[in-house]
């Protein structure tokens, strides 16, 4: 008799669990916050995309608990306030979030219980970077991944409004701003996000766009014969596209799960904005965090000349009636 | 269940009702989501809510919560009447042309034989009529008044479209949508799977629901088939391996029976377990209980169990009552007649119903015991939690042990999934700081304890001194030897009956099927329906080939399946009377003209002809049964009947209250509710985010779902004041809780009796003790009463009301 | 659905350029690499792998647990990671919401560490030694059963039941636990003996 079973074997499929090269790196940065003339790079990746099929979702809040333990953050433990939302919002701790509505369906009289995992779509077009007014905080990779890089991060905020998403979170803790990364630690090594490893009804998948859109399209077949005439993908337009992208059943009408934008884009402000002139731009707005974080930036950056500011003024007042209310969209 | 969790991809159409399995099981639901996608499956969910599950389904309907059976007899009463009906598979394979005896029917609510005074049946009547040459009188053309076919349709003629709308509160259309979803599933080539799990156990007659939807599978043909089946959702990780090895009062591992009182000797107790067949030519399988029974006395007792001593058959407890369950126990507890108790990963103050009783009960024990890796609320029952455990330490008298366990992680050995699958893990952290395994804790509990009887003597120590404990370290012993023993060995040279040159196995060998085991002491097996786990060859649960070929979902070399390596049970009803497949593209077993083959083990001895020998070979019919005989307490056919606590009274009869033969103790009869005081209908059930009272103890489960609430409807707020995310105050005849209000359009007023019924939601999760906000489980408000065949506790229907609590209680 | 997706998305990911190099290889350690990279370092590198069964419901998921240490080799190991396993066949490495926080189960903050007990009418619970832990209760059970053992009922018949003390056995040990735990239940005669099966 042994002392031990026989033990067992682990699938490639599984994580590596010895050291391996990254798949992507600084190398691979198409885009950088703050930072113009970006050397592009010699190589292209895929793009990649995450695919959340709201059809499958029973809202098992999977994900979020993946994301957590991946992650190594831990929200608090909150109140119930009469919804099923846990934490109530995206939070520094919480990157995703699935969000619960109850909707009486005009056309058919039935109930549906719409259920949206929430948070960053990692757009082709990216708000929160263009926004972005310290160097190197936000970068993009040319497989579509919009990485927050914290060491480089101010806390102004500028990319929550940046983002038309409603999306990062600024930490309590550190000062910098939080959101997915959709796990390109993970990603890195040829694993998907956590969130989608995790997924018990595999709602959330991963790979590559090309695939994902596929995917999706067998998704909508099976969704228009099962009655959901104006099933689809959402992978808005307005911010060129995006690597994270629903299957909705109801595509006609985004905003009913849970306020997702109809048309989403990036506020002209923001892209209006030259170089430091956002900085000053959203302090004119009175958008921004004031006080002694602005005060800091100002003194850190120590850029802004006063033409940046007439020029900020000009923006607002000229192109920018408002930043974009989503419900309004 | 009858068939296993991968297997749910073949189907056509789930029907999710009395379970959620969405929130409840996720990855097993994967599979529903599976057949969705990838066969165009649909997925009916009937429930007193709309939950996650029914987020993702194509059909809907509410039902009351305690009124299944009407609905599932109104189903058939529909496919009947329809002609939904897979003939051949009614004809053959079930007893719908068993003829039943005159005397038995039924009338005003209640069966033939019906004592009031004892609360019992006499069950004489509930059985076939048998020949003069022993075996059950038949009509193969379903044409006698008697036969079962007959007497079924005259049972469920009541149960109309209408009846059902009256007594269930389900709309009149949705409930004949779901008729003609289901129908469909009549032909050969479309199979429905059920999935419940405790919303159809969790009732005084949770195990008539379950036959309810048994028999609409019967009739449907869709048991032993891929995609088919009554698939229980076990709740726990190894509930199913706990129930297997017997550990509950009445039973011995492998489903035999602890004797009664009446079996003084091993002739009496044999003499009802001989199962001969009731049909010509049958199987009937039980014919072999002896054999297992001796290896299981020899398992235990080795060599002071022999022929001349019955097998040392005396050392087994002999029982007065039908069990001493949990609720017996708690009941003789509370009465002061315990003194010690044992809790082993176990929370009972928070599991069993009417906590305040179970509070008084921990109270008068001398001593309790609690095995567990977390601080649990039974272990802390004497300590003041405020108004979450409003109790005075000092006045407790009761000495608590609290001892720390491993966990999963730091553990080995097998655990056996809802499909039966047994699946063997490896440990891979150390255990923190002193937690031992339950296996060294109960095998030093026990070696102490024989020393003392070793040393000191004392009442009839024979079954303690001569109990085999053959293990390398007699205070620790492992999991491999455990495993070992249950699977079993021979211990004399084993043959070949019908070749005794033949040898089978060797003295001392591991014995590979249960087919090998002896009535002559020559084997022994802990538990025979585990023999094959751990062979000649090895570890079968540790087995990881994940091949599944041509896709099936059988995946025959991934872990071991009892019994004998079978994904489907009764698959041999897979194929029809001449053994070919129903479905040919979902082909399990087939008859090529000498023996079975196809991809699962099959369910019939591999070479019975499938004209001669019937498929489901336990029962001395060799056919499955619409009509159950004398097997159940509450009735050989499911009939309606109202919970304890209701908010109408039974329409066939109104004086009627509960299940007339469930176990009611005298002072919990003065503790049931009626509609007048508390007039909404309560329901407790499990939320995704948490695992029953253990994931509050884990900071993540906790972030994701807080804190104690309640789901009612906008309407019964509206009524009653309550806003959303309101405190409330929830009351019935036992006790009261605070809670936040969940007010979702997910629940709606019912119309039954031609009254609004409205029904309040109370999820299990919160405790005094944990990461997550304190709070109370469903167990403050809920009746001590259970199934009046299992004693499962009635969780899933009692009565309430609600309030608006202003103020935050004073913890 | 999504091992087909994933593995062919990677396989893809890695024709675009994974270099199937070791960070060493690359003249990196691994923080300098995350840095270069821009991406955390990946946190299961070096970690132990072992294949259990979440021990929550009765789906039995298997899972992968990623320890610093092996048990096997007799090291202490500390469980740093539990993600699903990608092999199983009826999770095919996905994780509801309880499971994929598993090791925060594991190293919950009331896990208990040491026996305690609580004497009658104490406000609280002290520590107290296995030793002392196992000889009481073996005392308890003995001194019980020998003065409430029924050998024989009011007919004569012979019984030998023991009612006055029970046992509650749990939901999610394993199979041996439960073995061993009937074995020595019921060479004991206890009859009081129930699982977790209905609630």
């Not at chain 1, 050397?39 to 957590?68: M, N």
């Not at chain 2, 809670?739 to 109370?762: E, F, M, N, Q, S």
């Not at chain 3, 946190?43 to 294949?51: G, S, Y």
């Amino acid at each position: 008799m042994s002392d031990t079973a026989p033990q067992p074997t682990t699938a490639a499929a599984n994580p590596p669990v010895q050291p391996i090269a990254p798949g992507f790196d600084a190398r691979d940065v198409v885009r950088i916050s703050a930072t113009s003339n970006v050397p592009q790079p010699e190589r292209q990746l895929t793009k990649l995309a995450k695919l959340i099929d709201v059809s499958k979702c029973i809202g098992c809040k999977a994900c979020q608990s993946a994301c957590i333990e991946w992650n190594d953050t831990m929200p608090a433990v909150e109140e119930n306030v009469g919804v099923y939302e846990n934490p109530h919002d995206l939070t520094p701790d919480m990157f995703t979030l699935m969000r619960f509505a109850e909707w009486e369906n005009p056309a058919t009289n039935e109930l549906e219980w719409l259920i949206r995992k929430d948070g960053c779509m990692h757009c082709e077009d990216p708000g929160c970077l263009k926004a972005c007014p310290a160097p190197g905080a936000i970068v993009q990779y040319s497989n579509g991944i919009v990485d927050f890089i914290h060491e480089n991060c101010i806390g102004c905020g500028y990319c929550i409004k940046g983002c038309p998403f409603d999306i990062p979170r600024i930490s309590r803790v550190d000062h910098t701003a939080y959101k997915c990364t959709l796990c390109s630690d993970r990603v890195a090594v040829g694993q998907g996000p956590a969130c989608a490893k995790a997924c018990p009804t595999e709602a959330i998948v991963f790979g590559t766009k090309e695939d994902m859109v596929a995917h999706a399209e067998t998704r909508i077949e099976d969704l228009k014969s099962r009655g959901y005439e104006n099933a689809g993908i959402y992978d808005p337009e307005g911010v060129g596209g995006t690597h994270v992208i629903y299957v909705l059943h109801h595509a006609d009408k985004p905003s009913i799960y849970n306020d997702l934008p109809d048309n989403p884009r990036i506020s002209p402000i923001v892209e209006g904005w030259k170089g430091v002139t956002k900085t000053a731009g959203l302090a004119v707005m009175g958008l921004a965090a004031i006080g002694a974080t602005l005060h800091g930036l100002f003194a850190r950056a120590n850029q802004v000349e006063p033409e940046d500011e007439v020029e900020a003024e000009r923006l607002v007042e000229t192109e920018a009636p408002q930043p974009q209310p989503r419900e309004d969209v | 269940m009858t068939n296993s969790w991968t297997d749910i991809k073949n189907t056509d159409l789930v029907v999710v009702m009395g379970g959620n399995a969405a929130e409840a099981h996720p990855c097993g639901f994967k599979w529903v989501t599976e057949a969705k996608a990838a066969r165009g499956a649909k997925l009916i969910v009937v429930d007193p809510r709309y939950t996650r599950t029914a987020s993702v389904s194509d059909y809907y309907a509410p039902i009351r919560p305690g009124s299944d059976i009407a609905f599932l007899m109104g189903v058939i009463r529909w496919c009947i009447e329809n002609d939904k009906v897979q003939w051949d598979y009614v004809r053959h394979f079930t007893n719908a042309a068993f003829l039943v005896k005159d005397e038995f029917g039924w009338a005003d609510g209640l069966f033939t034989g019906y004592d009031e005074e004892r609360r019992d049946y006499d069950k004489d009547s509930w059985d076939y009529k048998i020949g003069e040459d022993g075996f059950a009188e038949i009509d193969p053309t379903l044409q006698d008044p008697r036969c079962v076919w007959n007497l079924l349709k005259a049972h469920v003629d009541p149960y109309t479209p209408e009846f059902v709308e009256n007594v269930c509160g389900t709309p009149k259309d949705r409930f004949l949508t779901i008729c003609e979803m289901i129908g469909e599933c009549s032909t050969p080539t479309k199979t429905m799977t059920s999935m419940y799990a405790l919303g159809w156990t969790q009732h005084s007659k949770g195990a008539q629901n379950i036959r309810g939807m048994a028999m609409l599978q019967l009739i449907l043909g869709n048991i032993g088939v891929r995609g088919g089946g009554m698939n229980a959702l076990r709740g726990h990780s190894n509930i199913q391996g706990l129930t297997d090895i017997g550990l509950m009062s009445n039973l011995i591992p492998g489903y035999l029976n602890i004797p009664t009182e009446s079996e003084p000797d091993w002739q009496s107790y044999m003499s009802s377990r001989r199962f001969a067949p009731l049909r010509p030519g049958q199987t009937s399988y039980w014919q072999n209980y002896e054999k297992f029974m001796v290896s299981f006395m020899k398992a235990m007792w080795g060599d002071a169990a022999t022929a001349q001593n019955d097998w040392a058959y005396h050392y087994l407890p002999k029982l007065d009552v039908p069990a001493y369950d949990g609720m017996r126990m708690f009941e003789l507890m509370n009465h002061g007649q315990v003194n010690l108790y044992f809790c082993q990963g176990f929370n009972p103050l928070l599991a069993f119903p009417d906590r305040a009783k179970l509070t008084e009960a921990f109270s008068k024990l001398k001593m309790l015991v609690v095995m567990d890796p977390l601080k649990t609320e039974t272990s802390h029952f004497w300590q003041n939690h405020g108004i979450y455990n409003d109790v005075d330490p000092a006045s407790i008298q009761t000495e608590v042990l609290e001892l720390p366990t491993t966990c999963f992680a730091e553990d080995e050995g097998a655990l056996v999934n809802s499909g039966r699958w047994l699946q063997w893990h490896w440990p891979g952290a150390t255990p923190p700081g002193e937690a031992k395994h339950d296996t060294w804790i109960m095998a030093q509990i026990w070696t102490r304890v024989r020393q003392l009887y070793q040393d000191e003597g004392g009442v009839f120590p024979d079954p303690i001194l001569n109990l085999s404990w053959d293990y390398a370290d007699p205070g620790d012993p492992k999991a491999e030897e455990l495993a070992r023993e249950m699977n079993g060995r021979a211990l004399e040279t084993v043959r070949d009956p019908d070749d005794p040159t033949r040898v089978i196995a060797e003295p001392g060998q591991q014995l590979s099927g249960f087919g090998e085991l002896r009535d002559d002491g020559s084997t022994m097996a802990g538990c025979w329906i585990y023999t094959g786990s751990w062979t000649e060859d090895g570890n079968m649960m540790a087995r990881r080939d994940n091949n599944d070929p041509d896709d099936t979902g059988a995946y025959l070399n991934w872990a071991f399946s009892w019994p004998a390596n079978r994904r489907i049970l009764y698959n041999r009803a897979s194929a029809d009377l001449q053994g070919r497949p129903w479905d040919p593209s979902r082909k399990l077993l087939e008859w090529n003209g000498e023996r079975w083959e196809g991809y699962d083990v099959p369910d019939i001895p591999p070479t019975s002809r499938p004209e001669d020998v019937g498929p489901f070979i336990m029962n001395p019919e060799g056919s499955s049964r619409l009509f159950s005989r004398g097997m159940m307490r509450d009735g050989p056919f499911p009939a309606h009947m109202e919970p304890f606590e209701s908010p109408m009274a039974n329409v066939f009869n109104p004086k009627m209250r509960g299940n007339p033969v469930a176990r009611v103790f005298a002072a919990d009869a003065e503790r049931f509710a009626t509609s007048e005081e508390f007039p909404l209908v309560a329901t407790s059930y499990r939320l995704t985010e948490h695992f029953h009272y253990w994931t509050k103890h884990n900071p993540v489960n906790a972030a994701l779902q807080p804190e104690f609430f309640v789901e009612i409807s906008e309407e019964l707020a509206a009524e009653k004041g309550i806003a959303k995310g309101g405190r409330v105050r929830i009351w019935g005849k036992r006790g009261q809780v605070w809670a936040k209000a969940v007010v979702t359009k997910r629940i709606r007023p019912l119309t039954c009796d031609g009254k609004t019924v409205h029904v309040v939601g109370i999820p299990l999760h919160w405790g005094f003790m944990g990461s997550a906000r304190k709070g109370w489980g469903p167990n403050s408000l809920t009746p001590f009463v259970g199934d009046a065949n299992v004693e499962t506790p009635e969780f899933k229907a009692f009565l309430v009301n609600i309030e608006p609590a202003s103020e935050e209680p004073v913890a | 659905m999504n091992i087909d997706l994933s593995r062919r998305g990677f396989l893809r990911l890695a024709g675009a350029g994974v270099a199937a190099t070791s960070l060493g290889a690359m003249g990196f350690g691994e923080a300098e690499a995350a840095e270069a990279a821009h991406v955390r370092a990946f946190k299961l590198a070096t970690t132990t792998e072992t294949r259990n069964t979440c021990p929550y419901c009765s789906v039995a998921c298997g899972v992968i647990m990623y320890s610093r240490g092996d048990v096997k080799a007799g090291e202490t190991a500390e469980l740093i990671h539990i993600e699903g396993d990608v092999d199983h066949p009826t999770n095919r490495g996905t994780l509801c919401p309880k499971g994929a926080a598993l090791k925060d189960f594991v190293k919950a903050p009331l896990r208990l560490t040491q026996p305690r007990h609580r004497a009658a009418g104490a406000s609280d619970f002290q520590p107290i030694t296995w030793d002392e832990a196992l000889d009481k209760i073996a005392r308890a059970l003995k001194d019980d059963r020998d003065a409430n053992m029924v050998q024989v009922n009011e007919n004569g018949v012979p019984v030998n039941r023991w009612t006055t003390t029970g046992f509650l056995a749990a939901s999610a040990t394993t199979n041996e636990t439960a073995w061993l735990t009937y074995k020595t239940v019921r060479s004991m005669g206890i009859v009081g003996f129930d699982n977790q099966a209905r609630v």
